[in-house]
Nanobody
């Protein structure tokens, strides 16, 4: 049974950094981070598949890095140079996909993901 639990959210000043982690017990396949701000639709942030194929939403490229540690069953999202617009509830998710393309395509909305964590709040202040 797959279980996902996020950690690491909090409040930080603009320009600062945060590292989110997600316990992904029982799963090492297609995983990703998504976020939803108040009054906004959910959007994909970053996806990772297999040995390290990744995909990022344009607004976080160069600032965020997704990674995983299979031995620790943990998914990470390193967030640097944080901006006010990064404020949102962040969720980790996992899905069953047999190809990297089918996995990374979930970045758009995550509709195909099968498992979701409860989220961790990230708040960026000026």
């Amino acid at each position: 049974q797959v279980e996902l639990v996020e950690f690491g959210g909090g409040s930080v000043q603009a320009g600062g950094s945060l590292r989110l982690s997600c316990s992904v017990k029982g799963y090492t396949g297609c995983m990703g981070w998504f976020r939803q701000a108040p009054g906004k639709e959910r959007e994909g942030v970053a996806i990772i598949y297999g040995v390290g194929i990744t995909s990022y939403i344009d607004s976080v490229k160069g600032r965020f890095t997704i990674s995983k540690d299979n031995a620790e069953n943990t998914l990470y999202l390193q967030m640097n140079s944080l901006k006010a617009e990064d404020t949102a509830m962040y969720y980790c998710a996992a899905g069953s996909f047999s190809t990297s393309s089918s996995c990374t395509s979930q970045l758009r909305s995550g509709t195909g993901m099968d498992y979701w964590g409860k989220g961790t709040q990230v708040t960026i202040s000026s």
